[in-house]
């Protein structure tokens, strides 16, 4: 009984995604080719490419992981190494990370404009994107390297401590390296939260179509792009379904490299003598 | 020399464009011609609706604002309008449904639910569903000004936003009616999109029949300037108001003015 | 002597990490109590105004009306409540299920694929989903149900169901995996069999994970905007019946914020106030209930 039930459950997802995942590629699969990935945006992007798109997207992504990791994973490492959890400061942090997580994303645009685009002074930029994707993505990161530093054995702590060898060192050479996987799981739904993100860039990243030639330009992301295509630029709608494939191809090769990047990283150290 | 002079004057510095989701894409595509003619000019295009681009032109913090309708009164005591191209807001419906023109009246009784099926105008055994813009969009405000209704007054089965969002329901279901900017509707129809642009009051919907004024409900595209202007960003405008954009005007389905 | 030295050397390094990380910490705690400022400031026009109180006794939404300005926000509260709820109760069965199957019974091979997929589906933009939903969904509604508008609450509760589905079926899998096997063995060696087992061990010992995935479901379901406003109709109103359709008020700020006038807009910041005041009071709710549960469990 049971199986039939998963097996049914596993085949409906399957194959209502398949039924997405095909109209996309039925749409958007004959434009894809490397001219659409190298060229500039023609036509509102009715024609052309999308390469300003992808290196702005990118940017607008490192800017967002470059702060929510360090932010997030310290503050992880911090609650789960370095205070009680039960303590009043653990609780209090824990409960606004948790707040964080229920606030819509078109909140986190509205925040955005006000307080990096314009009180800030970034304007449009794809920094301020960057920064409002990270604030929304903390939550993800916090959670789930919190989970992975609670799951490790609760014998390591002690015995390094027996060994003499202080918090910093225990964390940094034996906590870390263990959770990498499940830290990285984080990242990568992180990685795919903020890719898929529309409300809260049209209001700070913005619109511009050109390539950006630093931090503090404007750069529309993919999904913004996606967004106008289907929505505002009138017959916008196959191009919208290719952008949205080369958007999953991106999320697959940025969650592929996350993952082989830590990977090879613990297999060197597991090397080393 | 003094010309060589001028020209350095005019062509550097950025300029800031913001405003309606309509006006963009053209103004957009114009910037992208006009920065490769005029080394050293910026231009930042942001969409996110008209009334930010006359927020944004009355504070400065853009230097020319796109709407896409005419200013209001108490709008024209800041702010200056240019007129950039003409549109116009004809209602659609589904190709399978029959009827091919609604008199004024009609659409009034239709969209306050005095008339609810099909049938009562000529078309099939059906109820009618509503579709209306969300508050605040220019095409609404058109559209209303013309049937003379208070939004309230509308009695809506579906609210959407985009125009493409309009015909999109149009096309999911063949009994709804809706009303969008006829540059889209047309540019849809023309590619196969099972839509059909409708007969109100006796007149097509065409971009002639805006052109030349008989179509009843138009609108213009508008750049707004505030008190001050800089001089690249009005080099900027004469390029808008010049002939030299009626093939991009033209493109995004739109009628030039001059 | 030079091993007390390391000890008190090392002390000072914990001590200047730990305070780094506090920092770090403190500022990501903090984040929220920014974003509620901005929000209580932007809304403040319309608090001050005293717009409050008509937010929940106006029966009607209509701010931009000459005649008959109401701002009641009660019906779109509602049906964000509805269409969360909805999407909650599709997805779960169907996201544990497949967790189950993916668990207990897929091989390795398939398990491992089925994840990378649900991972790489968390990153279909929201417009993608809506636009689907409004090819394929509402027509098929329209199907079952001729003569409604089709763009409806069981539209915007399907097409949420589907975006959430990958992470549900993601959290409840990872939940179940790190149920302890002896568990699972000691279940086996009682001689029960694997559907009992699943039944009355792994799933009341994996009720934490999943309790914790359908609550991040039910944050994303609230907040999400560009899936929700394509689909559910947008008519401001308490449904009937599931082919109704109605607002989340996610939708409203949407699609009137970028046209609004500024008293309009501190109305639509006051909405968002509103809307994550009660995402907070759900989320709050749930992990104090989550603490007695665990509590009850580790006390037992």
């Known amino acids: 009984m049971i199986a039939i039930a998963g097996l049914f459950g596993a085949l409906l997802s399957f194959v209502l995604f398949a039924w997405l995942i095909r109209d996309?590629?039925?749409?958007?699969?004959?434009?894809?080719?490397?001219?659409?990935?190298?060229?500039?945006?023609?036509?509102?992007?009715?024609?052309?490419?999308?390469?300003?798109?992808?290196?702005?997207?990118?940017?607008?992504?490192?800017?967002?992981?470059?702060?929510?990791?360090?932010?997030?994973?310290g503050c992880a490492i911090w609650l789960s190494e370095f205070t009680r959890r039960s303590g009043t400061a653990a609780r209090i942090?824990?409960?606004?990370?948790?707040?964080?997580?229920?606030?819509?994303?078109?909140?986190?645009?509205?925040?955005?404009?006000?307080?990096?685009?314009?009180?800030?002074?970034?304007?449009?930029?794809?920094?301020?994107?960057?920064?409002?994707?990270?604030?929304?993505?903390?939550?993800?990161?916090?959670?789930?390297?919190?989970?992975?530093?609670?799951?490790?054995?609760?014998?390591?702590?002690?015995?390094?401590?027996?060994?003499?060898?202080?918090?910093?060192?225990?964390?940094?050479?034996?906590?870390?390296?263990?959770?990498?996987?499940?830290?990285?799981?984080?990242?990568?739904?992180?990685?795919?939260?903020?890719?898929?993100?529309t409300a809260a860039l049209l209001f700070t990243s913005g619109y511009s179509t050109r390539m950006p030639g630093s931090l503090s330009d404007s750069g529309r992301a993919l999904s913004v792009h996606i967004y106008d295509l289907a929505l505002n630029v009138a017959n916008g709608g196959a191009m919208a379904s290719s952008s949205a494939l080369v958007l999953l191809a991106l999320i697959l090769v940025v969650n592929s490299a996350a993952v082989a990047l830590s990977e090879h990283w613990l297999r060197r150290r597991a090397s080393a003598p | 020399m003094l010309l060589a002079g001028c020209g350095g004057k005019e062509s550097s510095g950025t300029i800031m464009v913001t405003g309606s989701s309509t006006v963009a894409p053209v103004v957009a595509d114009a910037a992208k011609e006009y920065e490769a003619s005029h080394p050293g000019v910026r231009i930042e295009v942001q969409s996110g609706g008209s009334l930010r681009g006359i927020t944004d032109a009355s504070t400065g913090v853009a230097d020319l604002g796109m709407i896409s309708r005419a200013l209001k009164q108490d709008e024209t005591a800041k702010l200056t309008a240019h007129t950039l191209a003409m549109d116009g807001v004809c209602v659609v419906l589904h190709q399978d449904n029959p009827v091919k023109q609604l008199d004024r009246q009609q659409l009034i009784d239709i969209y306050t639910k005095t008339i609810t099926n099909w049938k009562?105008?000529?078309?099939?055994?059906?109820?009618?569903?509503?579709?209306?813009?969300?508050?605040?969009?220019?095409?609404?405000?058109?559209?209303?000004?013309?049937?003379?209704?208070?939004?309230?007054?509308?009695?809506?089965d579906v609210i959407v936003g985009e125009n493409l969002h309009v015909i999109h329901s149009v096309v999911g279901n063949p009994h709804t009616i809706g009303y969008v900017s006829i540059g889209t509707a047309s540019a849809e129809e023309k590619a196969g999109t099972p839509i059909r642009l409708v007969i109100t009051?006796?007149?097509?919907?065409?971009?002639?029949?805006?052109?030349?004024?008989?179509?009843?409900?138009?609108?213009?595209?508008?750049?707004?300037?505030?008190?001050?202007?800089?001089?690249?960003?009005?080099?900027f405008l004469d390029y808008l108001m010049s002939t030299e954009i009626h093939g991009i005007v033209e493109k995004h389905f739109f009628v030039p003015v001059r | 002597m030079a091993s007390s030295r390391n000890t008190s050397l090392s002390r000072s390094v914990d001590?200047?990490?730990?305070?780094?990380?506090?920092?770090?910490?403190?500022?990501?705690?903090?984040?929220?109590?920014?974003?509620?400022?901005?929000?209580?400031?932007?809304?403040?026009?319309?608090?001050?105004?005293?717009?409050?109180?008509?937010?929940f006794t106006d029966a009607k939404w209509q701010p931009g009306s000459q005649r008959d300005p109401q701002f009641g926000i009660v019906t779109m509260l509602a049906g964000s409540a509805l269409v969360t709820l909805l999407a909650v109760v599709l997805a779960l069965p169907v996201g544990l299920a497949s967790a189950i199957f993916h668990r207990f019974y897929a091989p390795p091979l398939l398990e491992r694929w089925?994840?990378?997929?649900?991972?790489?589906?968390?990153?279909?933009?929201?417009?993608?989903f809506g636009f689907w939903g409004l090819m394929v969904v509402v027509p098929a509604i329209l199907r079952i149900?001729?003569?409604?508008?089709?763009?409806?609450?069981?539209?915007?509760?399907?097409?949420?169901?589907?975006?959430?589905?990958?992470?549900?079926?993601?959290?409840s899998q990872a939940a179940l995996q790190a149920v302890p096997s002896f568990l699972l063995q000691a279940a086996a060696g009682l001689g029960l069999g694997r559907a009992r087992t699943i039944l009355s061990i792994a799933l009341p010992a994996a009720r934490g994970g999943i309790t914790t995935g359908v609550f991040l479901g039910l944050a994303r379901a609230l907040g999400e905007t560009m899936a929700v406003v394509l689909v559910c109709g947008n008519i401001p109103q308490i449904p009937d019946s599931l082919f109704d359709p109605i607002r989340p008020i996610t939708s409203t700020i949407a699609l009137e914020m970028g046209y609004a006038t500024a008293s309009h807009k501190?109305?639509?910041?006051?909405?968002?106030?509103?809307?994550?005041?009660?995402?907070?009071?759900?989320?709050?709710?749930?992990?104090?209930?989550?603490?007695?549960?665990?509590?009850?469990?580790?006390?037992?």
């Not at chain 1, 590629?25 to 990935?37: E, I, K, N, Q, T």
């Not at chain 2, 109820?127 to 939004?151: C, M, P, Q, W």
């Not at chain 3, 910041?269 to 009850?296: E, Q, Y």
């Open chain 3, 145 to 171: 149900a001729p003569g409604t508008p089709g763009q409806s609450l069981l539209a915007g509760g399907i097409v949420l169901a589907l975006m959430i589905l990958p992470l549900i079926a993601l959290t």
């Open chain 1, 93 to 197: 942090i824990t409960g606004g990370v948790d707040l964080l997580a229920s606030v819509p994303s078109i909140v986190f645009g509205l925040f955005g404009m006000v307080c990096f685009s314009q009180t800030l002074g970034l304007g449009f930029s794809i920094l301020s994107g960057g920064l409002t994707l990270a604030c929304m993505i903390l939550p993800l990161l916090v959670r789930t390297t919190l989970t992975a530093l609670e799951s490790l054995p609760s014998d390591l702590r002690p015995a390094a401590a027996g060994l003499g060898l202080s918090k910093t060192t225990t964390t940094a050479r034996l906590l870390l390296p263990a959770a990498l996987p499940g830290i990285v799981i984080g990242i990568t739904l992180g990685i795919g939260r903020a890719l898929s993100e």
């Open chain 1, 24 to 73: 996309l590629v039925r749409l958007g699969l004959p434009h894809l080719s490397w001219d659409f990935l190298s060229g500039e945006v023609t036509d509102a992007g009715r024609s052309g490419g999308i390469a300003p798109i992808l290196v702005s997207t990118l940017g607008i992504l490192a800017c967002c992981l470059g702060l929510a990791i360090p932010l997030g994973v």
């Open chain 2, 120 to 156: 009562e105008v000529g078309g099939n055994n059906a109820t009618i569903v509503v579709a209306n813009k969300a508050e605040g969009r220019s095409t609404l405000e058109v559209f209303l000004h013309y049937l003379g209704l208070d939004n309230a007054d509308v009695k809506a």
């Open chain 3, 15 to 55: 001590r200047v990490t730990g305070g780094v990380l506090g920092l770090l910490a403190l500022v990501s705690g903090g984040m929220v109590l920014l974003i509620l400022w901005h929000l209580f400031a932007g809304a403040w026009p319309a608090i001050e105004a005293g717009r409050l109180g008509a937010f």
């Open chain 3, 266 to 300: 501190a109305l639509l910041f006051c909405a968002g106030l509103v809307l994550m005041l009660c995402t907070a009071l759900l989320v709050g709710w749930i992990s104090f209930r989550k603490n007695t549960a665990d509590s009850a469990i580790g006390g037992a």
């Open chain 2, 201 to 235: 009051d006796g007149k097509t919907p065409t971009m002639e029949s805006v052109k030349d004024g008989s179509f009843p409900i138009t609108r213009p595209l508008n750049i707004v300037t505030g008190a001050e202007t800089s001089p690249a960003a009005q080099a």
């Open chain 3, 114 to 128: 089925n994840r990378r997929i649900m991972e790489l589906l968390i990153g279909v933009p929201s417009v993608v």
